[in-house]
């Protein structure tokens, strides 16, 4: 009995590395870690504390997990070419939470990015005024902040810097908070940090998304442009565990060291910490290769959807400078129908990406549960060895099903065998085992 429930269990991952081994998989926040980043993962280390900073530890037993979070951190301020970073915090959400306790007071005022226009759950308020749900984002519900909004330019598919200015002016908010999840350009930091001196507010940017794009040097570098505080996920265009960091400047460097423990963490997720170290290593040898790719990638395909008819958002720009596209699908409204239906569709077919509000969704009576868009992301498909020759057959997939409607179960078997010959993971440590392969370590 008990040998079974096992099986069941275990059956049910298996099935799960089976579909995405053999997907394109598409969600722009995720990534795939190689092998000796999973080997991290798994070690004792996930078993373990250590509360407190490495060498001030306030547990028995750390000697070892000192020694890699202290190159973990040595690797981290080499990258992102900071003086501080935290490398405890569990996850994007997690760090974004570090940044507003570092930086504001339940009841302070802070101007950010609203969802509909990229903005993440973490930077909403506790009521939304469209949909009226109580208890929404991070800011408002657990650290009680105003939230008000940028304004945002759709055209340009970016947020205003001269209206923004002059709204900021006006409201005098305590923090300015950048970065996104629907992130296609630089935000302007840059334009904005002298107006927010002018009026007192800090600068914090919320590199969830873009952490690797910044390593790589492929982005922008907000702590330079003017940031007092960048927080991270580890695992979006940067390919390591899920996890989280948090740069800042000496001037804020205690107060992030508290906000993260005793404030927001007890045990920080150690084996991840590990994959971190090991993932890091990995970025500092491989990762400008990476990142050119993944956006030379992210590139062809919105080139390779709009010859295909796909309304591509900001083609006048090039569609992005990062690794996600925005593609506006309600002209399928009538056929195939709207994101949710286009998300399950392409789902079918092993094409795997998430639907998305567009900035103008709200306003023509568009609800999250089934917008305009879909969002698409190429950090994973690049660690699988794909380049820009390969957009055009996902681009053609995506066509065949969603505009010419062929059976997404028919389309689904090519492609299986398109991707069978993009197996391995790459820009990593070399190893044999295959990139979504069920690795067994009990036999
Ligand atoms: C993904 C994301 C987060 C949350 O990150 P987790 O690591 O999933 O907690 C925070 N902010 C932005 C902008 C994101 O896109």
């Known amino acids: ?46 078993h373990r504390y250590a509360e407190g900073w490495p060498e001030e530890r306030v547990y028995a037993g750390t000697k070892y997990m000192d020694k890699v979070e202290l190159q973990c951190i040595d690797y981290a301020k080499d990258l992102f070419d900071v003086d501080f970073i935290d490398v405890r915090t569990i996850s994007g959400v997690c760090s974004n939470l570090v940044t507003y306790t570092a930086l504001t007071r339940p009841g302070d005022k802070m101007i950010t990015s609203p969802i509909s226009k990229g903005g993440h759950i973490t930077m909403g308020p506790h009521k939304s005024p469209k949909t009226g749900i109580h208890i929404g984002g991070t800011a ?35 923090l300015c908070m950048f970065g996104a999840s629907v992130f296609l350009f630089p935000h302007p930091i840059e334009e904005i940090s002298d107006v927010a001196k002018e009026v007192d507010a800090k600068i914090a940017y919320d590199a969830a998304h873009v952490s690797g794009l910044i390593a790589g040097g492929r982005f922008q570098d907000p702590m330079e442009e003017g940031a007092d505080i960048m927080s991270m996920s580890t695992h979006k265009t940067l390919p390591g565990p899920q996890h989280g960091m948090v740069a800042a400047t000496e001037e804020h460097a205690e107060d992030v060291k508290s906000a993260t423990f005793p404030s927001m963490v007890s045990n920080h997720h150690l084996h991840n910490v590990a994959g971190l170290t090991v993932a890091l290593a990995e970025f500092k040898k491989y990762g400008e290769d990476y990142v050119d790719q993944v956006i030379d990638n992210s590139q062809a395909l919105g080139e390779a959807l709009s010859e295909r008819g796909f309304d591509v958002v900001a083609e006048h720009k090039g569609y992005t400078k990062s690794h996600i596209l925005l593609v506006d699908i309600t002209n399928l409204k009538d056929t195939i129908g709207l994101g949710k239906d286009v998300e399950q569709r392409l789902e079918k077919a092993n094409i795997i990406l998430n639907r998305n509000l567009l900035p103008w969704d709200i306003q023509e009576d568009r609800h999250f549960e089934n917008p305009g868009g879909i969002r698409i992301g190429t950090s994973e498909i690049t660690r699988l060895g794909m380049k820009e020759n390969e957009m055009e ?17 028919k389309v689904q078997e090519e492609v299986s065998e398109f991707r069978s010959d993009f197996q391995d993971v790459h820009y990593c440590f070399e190893s044999s085992k295959k990139a979504h392969e069920y690795i067994e370590i009990g036999k």
């Open 140 to 174: 408002g519900s657990v650290h009680g902040l105003d939230v008000r909004y940028f304004e945002f330019d759709n055209e340009e598919m970016n947020i205003d810097p001269d209206k923004t200015a002059e709204k900021i002016r006006e409201l005098e908010p305590d």
């Open 393 to 409: 057959p996902i681009a053609e997939y995506m066509k065949r099903i969603l505009m010419d409607e062929e059976d997404p179960e």
């Open 1 to 46: 009995m008990a040998e079974n429930e096992l099986e069941k269990i275990q059956g049910w991952i298996r099935d799960h590395h089976e579909m995405f081994g053999s997907s394109i998989p598409l969600i722009a926040s995720e990534n795939v870690t190689s092998t000796p980043v999973k080997e991290a993962i798994v070690s004792d280390f996930s």
